[in-house]
């Protein structure tokens, strides 16, 4: 059993090239500290989800992490939906996370499940694995699931349950409200179970935050708030999208875009940015600017330090997106492990002088 309270952070990821590059940078120490979400989706030349479960379980080497499956369509579709299948109590999507023993196997869904098939699946997941997590994204419809599954289980307390409220910067009071009442549902009929909020607040674009010359900015975090908003680390664990924005456009490889480098802090994010220029010498300039803003730069072992600071001498790693998105998600992720963890000494701490 692993002891799901021990850890301060954790990162809800998809298995998409960059989000994996920058999970897999980390130090073995850093992974070992979190409990990454991962969601399978489809790698690339793929025709089903076992190379991105492969992949995961390769970055993760060993460590712990919670494997969930995409409810996006455009993502195999067939394959999705007949994994995703409530037959026999979810059996396709159980016999799926068979081969990943190392994966907390996270419970699907489905419009056309009956509560049998529902309750199945819990049972014969825990009884497989162990463990199990839910992801609650529909604050309405599934607590009620989940407080049924947890009830129908042997040992309710070695399940996690994700609170995941999406993107929360258009409407952060409303979803304040509405992850409080999801939380005090939960905790009524299980006081003690362990319950983590997760969202994101990075945005498709970062133009509305830039300065006049579109060149710098800052975006604040706001999960830290939410986080804050309900009780901090003392009633719930502290997750989040990695610095990913909640849709992602895969398919837009003709999208227009600007060289950016993106620096993660513990409360927001800083950009530097060339418009109207996505060549090597545009993220060369984009870098010096960064590491400019920052003499502390590369003095922490972090990989995507070292990938700004090298291209800031003249040699961008890469000249595309996605190898800047590794690095924005590598900062980000180990940024946010090292604030939690503090953050959970403090509680321990007060607790001790008690």
Known sequence: MIAL??????????????????LEHLRPEQKQAMLPMLTLGRWPKATDFSKGAEKAAQVMAGAPYCLDLTQDLTHLPDVQQR???????????????KDWPQALPVLQTHPEASLRDWLQQARGLEQQAGQVAFRITDFEHHPPLVIQALSAMDDPAGAIVFIDA?????????YVQATLLTINHLRAAFPNLLIVVSSTSFPASVLPFADPTQSAGTIDILERELHARIGGHAVVGYGDHGSIHSVVYDESSAMRWAARVDYPGELSW?????????????????????AASDPSLGTRGLWGEDMILQAAQGHPHGVAPVSWIAVRVNLHLARQLSLSQR????????????
């Open 83 to 97: 994994l995703r299948s409530p037959q026999h109590g979810f059996k396709a999507w159980r016999d799926f996370v």
């Open 166 to 174: 999406q993107f929360i910067r258009a409407a952060l009071p409303t």
């Open 270 to 290: 800083e950009f530097a940015r060339s418009p109207k220029d996505h060549s090597r010498q545009g993220y060369i300039t984009a870098a010096q600017a960064i």
């Open 5 to 22: 309270d021990r850890y301060p952070y954790f990162p809800m990821l998809r298995t998409r090239q960059a989000e994996l590059k920058g």
């Open 343 to 354: 953050l959970l000494q403090a509680i321990d701490q007060t607790d001790d002088d008690e």
